[in-house]
């Protein structure tokens, strides 16, 4: 039917059986929408929330980012926990250190850390890059990778805040996906 001779093994049919299902386990991972894979429970502040409560919120509930959103739950902006640091007078993580040299320098230089006053509108980050739920995780990645950022908010068309997209997210996707394969006796 081919108008040729082919020469296919057994073995090569194996193969080929392989890695069709390898690329088709990639296309569906990266066509996931955003909107079946994002944090839905947000914790969000307002901009007039006290810099001492935020900072609660981020240790409490174990994150470290919080949309800032109006009445309507549309997204102002965000504090992170690194802007926490910058405000109290903690140098950031440099990235040629390594994490352990970040954490050395801020304990040694506890007597000029100073407890952050004022509001959320204060420190937070304005300027924020969002996602829609109908987006690819490959679209978040690119962005999260673009913009050099840990964390995405996902928004409607009016900017409401609807979830949010983290690394560790990515991760856990990332994980799932190699352990259903396992699973099924893959």
Same mark, same amino acid.
């Given at each position: ?24 386990? +990639? ?34 509930h ?30 950031? +993580?440099?990235?040629t ?8 320098t ?10 952050p ?35 995405v ?34």
């Amino acid at each position: 039917e081919m108008d040729t001779f082919m020469d296919v093994a057994v073995d090569d049919l194996l193969e080929l059986n392989r890695k069709a299902a390898k690329y088709a386990r +990639h296309r569906r991972t990266e066509s996931l929408r955003i909107g079946n894979l994002m944090t839905r429970d947000v914790v969000t502040v307002t901009s007039d929330t006290s810099l001492a409560e935020a900072a609660h919120l981020l240790v409490t509930h174990r994150i470290s980012g919080l949309p800032v959103v109006d009445a309507e739950q549309r997204l102002l902006g965000v504090i992170t926990e690194a802007d926490f640091l910058r405000a109290m007078g903690v140098p950031s +993580h440099h990235p040629t250190h390594s994490l352990w040299q970040t954490l050395e320098t801020m304990f040694s230089h506890q007597p000029e850390i100073r407890e952050p006053t004022g509001t959320v509108a204060d420190l937070m980050i304005q300027n924020v890059v969002t996602v829609k739920p109908e987006q690819t995780l490959h679209d978040v990645i690119e962005v999260m990778k673009h913009n050099r950022i840990k964390r995405v908010v996902v928004c409607d068309d009016e900017r409401r805040v609807l979830g949010m997209i983290t690394r560790s997210d990515l991760v856990r996707v990332f994980f799932d996906r190699i352990r259903r394969p396992q699973q099924d006796g893959g």
